[in-house]
Structure formats: C-alpha cells, structure tokens
C-alpha cells in the first residue's frame, strides 16, 4: 500500500541520549562553576605568605608580612556605627581592650595600638614602611570584609598612629577608646568619636576596623580543605528559603494563571470584534509594562491608604509587605503568557470541528472541554511552563508590593540582588546558578513535551484518529498485532487523511438520529 509523506517524525532514542547528555552536562558545568568559585580565593589565601607551612592556609580574618615578621588575627569590620543618645557621640562597638583599632574620618585613616600589644610585637610608629606593611595587611582584610563599604585602602588622606593613648585629638573628632556604655551584662566597649565644637552626627566617621596584632609566628592557620569540603561547608551556610518561597510563590500563582489564564481566552473569543481589542490589551499589558511599575500600580490598589487597602484592614487583612503579595506580583506578570499562548492555541482550531460539534448538539461549556483543551493542549502546557518560569523570575512588581523579608517575601532574584549589595557576591553567584539550573529544564521540559506530543500528529491527525483509521482497517500492517502507532502511520492515504473529519461527522450524526 502507498504511503504518505509525514511533516514531522518523533525524536529517536539516539536524539532523547543526547538530550540527557546536555543535560547531565549542564549539571556538571553548573557544579564545577561553583567549586571555581568557592576553591580560587582559597588557593589564593594559601599562597599568600612563605611563612604558611605546607598544607597550611591563613584562617579566615588573618594576614602576615613576612619582611616585618607581622601577623594580625581576628579580624572585624564595623562598617557603620550609630549615634549614642546619651550623648558619647558616634560611636563603634569593640568588645576587646586588647585589640587594635583603625579608625577612618573623611579621608584620614587614626591607628590606636595598646601599649602592651606594640611592647609585645615592637610596633615601629616612627618606621614610616612598617606602618605601610601594616596598612597593607589591613586593607587586604578590610576589603574581605568591606561587603561593599568605603575601603582602607582607598583613603588617600593621612596615618595617624597613636600608642597606649585612651584619647585622641584627630583633626576635629576627638576619640576616645575603651568606654563602657550600659550597665551590667548590658555594659559594652566602644570607640566614641565626638567634634571639637559641640555639633552632632558630622563626624564624618567612614569605618572602625579592629583585630589582635601579633607576631607572623602566632598567626592562626589551618589546613586546606579540598574542593569537596569546600563545597559542603560552602552549602551548609547557605539560607535556603528563598527556593522554598519561589517553589511556593510560582506555584500557587501558577494555579490562579492556569485557570484564570484558560477561562480569559476562552471568553475573550466570544466578545464583539469592536471590544475584543481592548479587553485583549488589558489582559496582556502587563507583559509589555516594566515589573516595576506593575508593582507600584499593585501597591496604589492594595496599599493601607488605598480604598481596598483599608477595607481588607478593618476586616483584619494586611496584604501588602506580605506573602500574598508575592502571589499577587507574581500572577500579574505571568497571567499575560498564559492568556497569549492559550489564546493563540484556541484560535489556530479547526473551526468547522467545533461548529460540527454544536450543530451535534454540544453545548459551548462542553467543547470548550471537550475539544478546544485537548486540541490545544500541546499549546497550553508550552504556556503554563513558560507562566510558571515567569513567576519564578519576577523581581521588581514582588519588591514593590511585598519587600524584602527573608524567608516570607525574599524570592530567588531578590536573594541575588540584596546578596550581591551586601558583598555576598558567591552567594549570589549560587542563586544565578540555581536559576539558570531551573530555567534550563524548563526549556528541556517544553522541549521534549512538545516533541511527544506531536508524535500522533503527523499529518494533521490526532492519536485517537489514527485508532480510528486502524479500526476501520485502513492501516498498513494491521495483521500485526501491537504494532506501534509510527509504524502504523506509515500505511495511511493521503485521501483517508482528507476525509476523516467527514466520516467522524456522519457517524456521529447516525448515532444521534438512530
């Protein structure tokens, strides 16, 4: 029997190898990219100084210059201080009368050293390269440590280095160390810094750095870990709820777009030409509107000084900076995708099948069921992956209407972007690749699923059309028995393909009437 021609053929097994092969691929790319990350700085810390045994790598917080036999451990960086009420001024925590404390005010740089700390290490104040060394090892810390702030090691003003002094006069601040504010176990060690004449909160006062100042042979060291504890310690500090909330957030909000999505395109099928277009446009402008401003329009509805806002109030509701509000920004921005592909799916139908339908008698809610979903559904299931990646992406509607808060609003995309202005730059790093991970499979998952759902589409006929051909014996090879449907398809005429839909139609008009 003649066969015909096929438009598409099903992926083969070799091409379903060579998908998963991508993939374990892009798995282990993803993997190797992350211990990249995790084990160079920590090679580079190993290599920092001759005087780190073999094996040996500085810990966390500690440098050493060998050419001055200095090592500086425990090192802490405040960033910022705060304005004391009680009037000590600006102050900086130090909990440690032993440490030493590098101060910055505008572009000069106050070194404060106890007394017994530079007896102990025979600091060199007067040694004009010795306070560079350790300078240098301060800045290399600072900037470890810095998550973004003003570094040491960019002041380009002047060094003050002060020894065994509890107060100093720098410029117009003076500093006074070691002062206890509160009283009790409240009672606390702090740099205060108030101005010469009176003012309050202009002090200029840029960072407080601080840490034990010892000799290289006391620097603390351990041993460097391997790639894989590397990894493993890397991952145990990671915060996981951002997933968490994501998985949460895009899945609930992929239900709302899922159904509201389908019954939206349906319905706008049946509006009047001269309205469709405007009810088309509202359903899809969100996608073309920037995130932000879908967010500032979500928090103008629904914020506390909105109509709707004080009304979910007083029934006890408080919807924005919360977790529905992620569900909320969330929706929004993925509705528009699901309404487009399902829309576009819906139309791209047959319609001479749906009105064969109704002249049967079927009712709109029935073929709308019955025919348009199953037809289209190929379509509809590209759209609600493609919905539920969107919802898993959104930032900045999310930021707006729901804010930041870990572990309740803080999505994927907004743990990457507050990780990397506070300096956690692996970190975030971690998230892009957990993104990028989820995203890759989304695109494999569309992939493949449309590929096998075209399988018993060659030719324009359904699965449960090629079940009919075979019944009525007009496949090739229906003396086998369990014979597959791509083989069956081979033994099809071209005139059988034509003149399907005319004998489904007359059959099921013979069963209505009988």
């Given at each position: ?14 091409c ?6 991508v993939?374990?691929a892009?798995?282990?790319v993803?993997?190797?990219?992350l211990a ?5 700085p920590?090679?580079?810390c190993?290599d920092?100084?001759s005087?780190?045994g073999?094996g ?8 050493v210059d060998?050419e001055?036999g ?7 960086r ?11 001024g600006?102050?900086?925590q130090?909990?440690d009368?032993e440490?030493?404390?590098v101060?910055a005010v505008?572009e000069?740089t ?18 004009q390269?010795y ?7 301060v ?10 702030g ?5 002041l380009k003003?002047?060094?003050q280095?002060s ?12 500093v006074?160390?070691d002062v206890?504010i509160?009283?009790g176990d ?7 810094l108030?101005r010469?004449d ?10 407080c750095?601080?840490g034990h100042l ?5 620097v603390?060291t351990?041993a ?5 504890e590397?990894?493993?310690a890397?991952?145990s ?18 239900v709302?777009?899922?159904i ?6 349906w319905k706008?099928l049946g509006?009047k ?16 509107l ?5 967010g500032f329009?979500l928090l103008l509805?629904?914020g506390?000084a909105?109509?709707?806002g004080?009304?979910l109030?007083q ?5 924005v900076?919360?977790w529905p509000?992620?569900v909320?920004a ?5 509705f ?13 139908l ?5 009105d064969a339908?109704?002249?049967?008698g079927?009712?709109e809610?029935?073929?709308f069921?019955r025919?348009m ?5 190929p ?5 609600t ?5 969107r919802?898993?992406g959104e ?9 930041n808060?870990a ?6 995309p907004?743990a990457?972007y507050f990780q ?5 730059t692996d970190v975030?790093i971690f998230?892009?690749?957990?993104v990028?991970?989820?995203?890759f499979l ?12 075209q399988r ?16 009525q014996?007009k496949?090739?090879g229906?003396?086998s028995e369990g014979?597959n449907?791509?083989q069956?398809?081979s033994?099809?005429h071209?005139?059988?393909a034509e ?9 099921a008009q ?5």
């Open positions: 029997m003649p066969t015909t021609s096929t438009g598409y053929e099903a992926p083969s097994a070799q379903l190898s060579w998908v998963r092969a993939f374990v892009a798995l282990i993803c993997v190797v990219i990249a990350i995790l084990v160079a920590r090679a580079a190993a920092a100084s005087s780190v073999e040996q790598q500085l810990s966390e917080g500690s440098a060998d001055y200095l090592g500086i451990n425990d090192f802490e405040r960033n910022k201080g705060r304005e004391d009420k009680g009037g000590a600006y102050v900086y130090v909990n009368t440490a030493f404390v101060l505008g000069n106050l070194v404060m050293v106890p007394q017994d700390v530079a007896d102990a290490v025979g600091f060199k104040a007067e040694d390269g306070v560079d060394a350790f300078m240098a090892m800045a290399e810390l600072d900037e470890a440590a810095s998550k973004g003003t570094l040491v090691g960019s003003g002047d060094v280095v020894i065994g002094e509890q107060e100093v006069q720098f410029g117009d601040v003076t006074r160390r206890s509160g009283e409240k009672a606390r060690l702090y740099v205060t108030t010469t009176g003012q309050a909160n202009n002090t200029d006062a840029v960072l750095d601080y010892v000799a290289n042979s006391a603390v351990e460097i870990p391997t790639w894989w590397s990894l493993c890397f991952l500090t990671i915060d996981y709820r951002p997933l968490w909330v994501s998985l949460k957030t895009s899945g609930v909000a992929l709302i777009v899922f509201c999505g389908l019954l939206a395109a706008s509006v030409s001269r309205w469709q277009g405007i009810v088309d446009t509202l359903f899809t402008i969100p996608m073309v920037p995130p932000t401003v879908c329009l509805l629904f506390n909105s109509p709707v004080q009304w109030m029934h006890g509701v408080k919807l900076f919360s509000a992620t909320i969330a929706t929004v921005v993925a528009p995708l699901m309404y487009r592909t399902a829309r576009g799916a819906f139309e791209a047959d319609p001479n099948m749906l339908a109704r002249t049967l079927w009712s809610r029935r073929v069921y025919l979903i199953p037809n289209a559904w379509s509809i299931a590209a759209g992956v493609l919905a539920f990646a919802a898993m930032f900045g509607a999310t930021l707006f209407c729901a804010g808060y572990g309740i609003t803080q999505t994927m907004i990457i990397w202005m506070g300096g956690n975030a998230w892009v690749i957990v990028i991970f989820i995203s989304v695109i494999l998952f569309i992939n493949v699923y449309t590929a096998h759902s018993y589409r060659k030719g324009g006929l359904t699965r449960a059309e090629l079940k009919m051909l075979k019944k014996g496949l090739a229906e003396d014979a449907d791509d069956s398809f033994g099809i071209a005139a059988d003149s399907l839909f005319e004998r489904v139609s007359s059959d013979d069963k209505a009437r009988g």
